[in-house]
């Protein structure tokens, strides 16, 4: 079973930054497109952003684009987001999967809450 262990959530005001990171240990994360989930409190759990196995190529959700970048280093097993200019709608829990996802287990993902 792929584990799954994310970090780098927390609280911050309108308009700050928060750096969350993704480890998935194995030789499983660089044979794989990655992407950062979300679930917002009564919502489904929806994609942020995506990136291939290469880190070549990155995609974004329309309400991101432009303030999260999504980024990996295959060699230390880890994918980041980089969230800038949050809004107090980023306000969700926070996971990290395969893109698309295939891993059952998601764990518990980081708290992320934007204060206005």
């Known amino acids: 079973q792929v584990q799954l262990v994310v970090s780098g959530g927390g609280l911050v005001q309108a308009g700050g930054s928060l750096r969350l990171s993704c480890v998935v240990p194995?030789?499983?994360?660089?044979?794989?497109?990655m992407g950062w989930y979300r679930q917002a409190p009564g919502k489904q759990r929806q994609l942020v952003a995506s990136?291939?196995?290469?880190?070549?190529?990155?995609n974004y959700a329309d309400s991101v684009k432009g303030r999260f970048t999504i980024s990996r280093d295959n060699a230390k097993n880890t994918m980041y987001l980089q969230m800038n200019s949050l809004k107090p709608e980023d306000t969700a829990v926070y996971f990290c999967?395969?893109?698309?996802?295939?891993?059952?287990?998601w764990g518990q993902g980081t708290q992320v809450t934007v204060s206005s």
């Open positions: 999967n395969s893109a698309p996802p295939k891993w059952g287990s």
């Open positions: 990136i291939t196995r290469g880190g070549d190529r990155t």
């Open positions: 194995g030789s499983t994360f660089s044979i794989n497109a």
